[in-house]
């Protein structure tokens, strides 16, 4: 979905299919069929952004079959889907019964993350629709905190100077442009927008940023507008942003909220959770050893990085972080220029949410993809963006 702002820019609009994981190249096939053409029939448009997230194995099939990249082009284009983002953040094995740490395997101080990333900056630049000249790829904020530093870190800053060198060698081949940016995340490396300042600014390269995610930002407790600012101080560019809301508990130490959010508790994904106490940040890695004595109870609300439906909080004594999301939405394109042109919705959570919130199908899963992507088209014509055919 594309909408244009004030300023005359296209500003896109799309979901992440890593909703329904895929590891190869028919996988992700029968995702477009399955689930994105339906999501885009349901929101009564002729044409729906994706935002593709490509297990390794599918990048590198596309990256090395100039056939296979044309079957998919021709696919997306079939089916009323385009893409100008990529998710590069999972390597692969974001379906697997237990994702947790994996997730953040490899790192910025492994190759195999540089290599990754190129191939997927290559896959776009191929994908792009013929009017738009820019793709994103958002990636992981270097690594999981845990045994990070020194040489490694040095790797990573490396690796990261090497990208930028290559997507510049790639726009001049390509006559596209692509930028990559790392996605701050609790227990990270770099686990807010504060703390891609230093990393970046060291890199100093107009092709590789930052991309916000709006869940993390909240689970962190940043106030949107002030994170913003600083990074345009510093020089920073956000990327792309990641429309989500985090799980939000008001009254923690109250036995009825605790019970709420254990039915929360799941084995597949990491919900690393936060508390903000006399100005400081404490958490756990994982919702579990919060409840179990992990995270004091009785210092302030507690939030923890659980992705929840945009349009459907949880009921109470349960809240979301939506309206971080639409504070965040609001300073992003708001103002006289957009801050970024590529958003998208990423709520990868629905199998993972109590059982009765569970969408029975995949009828109800579309039908909860649209409405979340119906909820942020309000949004955005509200602040003054016009939807385009």
Known sequence: MRF???????????YCTNVHPAETLDGVLAQLRD??????????????????????EAARTLDGDPRALLGLRTELERRGLEVVTLNGFPYEGFGAEVVKYRVYRPDWADAQR?????????????????????????TLPLAWRTGYGGERAARAQAALAVLGERLDALAQESGRSVRVGLEPEPGCAVETTADAIGPLTALGHERVGICVDTCHLATSFEEPRASFAALAAAGVPI????????????????PEVRAALAAFDEPRFLHQTRTRSSGELHGCDDLGPALSGGLASDSG????????????APQAPLASTRPVLEEALAALVGGERPLTRHLE????????????????????LADGIAAELSLVRDLLTHHGLKELP
């Open 4 to 14: 244009r702002h004030e300023d005359g820019s296209a500003v896109h609009l799309a």
């Open 35 to 56: 689930h994105a053409e339906p999501v885009r029939r349901r929101l009564g448009v002729d044409r729906l952004g994706i935002g593709l997230w490509l297990a390794e």
């Open 114 to 138: 540089l290599e990754y990333t190129l191939a997927l900056a290559r896959v776009l630049t191929r994908l792009l629709p013929d009017d738009v000249a820019e793709g994103t790829i958002s």
């Open 239 to 254: 990327v792309k942003s990641q429309l989500s809301a985090a799980l939000h508990a008001e009254h923690p130490e109250r």
């Open 301 to 312: 609300p507690w939030r923890s990085h659980f992705h929840v439906p945009l349009h459907a």
């Open 345 to 364: 919705v990423e709520t990868y959570t629905w199998q993972a949410l109590p059982p009765a919130l569970r969408p029975r199908d995949a009828d109800q």
